[in-house]
């Protein structure tokens, strides 16, 4: 990346631009996004990415892209909760979290080698679930919940008790909680 005099920025002056750029929104970023506003390739958005989480930055990689994880002003509630659903069902299991104000953090699986696997999800609403979806269509790539027969678990978070449950009763009567 270069000043309007011509001169590179540093590593570590890129960095912090990341960084503010990531606690700027609370959208998630794309590498390809950050590569473009840095004038840099995306191999090396993913390097920074790498150091500056190695320096204890909160950051994520979601299938949306890259997030800043911020303190919330206010407390969050969180549960687990363990479904079963054909991948088929996967867009109509996060609507049905997400239409209850409810936002899914990650996905976990209990692989036979490779032992518990979890990955972020970071999925708070319909467009989230529609961007999911979209994903999971184009690149063809399969579910975590398809190396375990549908078997997956998901923590979810609100600011109440009351939308988690709804949630959970959402789920429960489409027949995906275990």
Not at 37 to 51: A, E, G, P, T
Request: hydrophobic share 35%.
């Amino acid at each position: 990346m270069k000043t309007t005099r011509g001169k590179r920025i540093s590593g570590d002056e890129r960095r912090k631009s990341i960084l503010n750029l990531l606690a700027q929104t609370p959208d998630p970023l794309k590498g390809n996004e950050l590569a473009e506003k840095m004038k840099v390739s995306r191999q090396v958005i993913v390097q920074d990415i790498s150091l500056l989480k190695a320096e204890g930055q909160p950051i994520i990689a979601t299938s949306q892209g890259y997030l800043l994880l911020q303190k919330s002003k206010q407390e969050q509630i969180t549960k687990i909760v363990a479904c079963k659903h054909s991948i088929s069902e996967t867009e109509d299991e996060l609507n049905r979290i997400v239409d209850c104000g409810v936002t899914v953090l990650n996905v976990t699986v209990e692989h036979p080698l490779y032992g518990e696997i979890t990955r972020s999800l970071m999925v708070r609403n319909r467009s989230d679930v529609q961007h999911f979806v979209e994903n999971l269509q184009k690149t063809g790539a399969s579910l975590l919940s398809s190396l375990t027969d549908g078997v997956h678990v998901h923590e979810l978070e609100a600011s109440d008790l009351e939308k988690i449950n709804h949630a959970i009763h959402a789920l429960k009567k489409a027949g995906y909680l275990l």
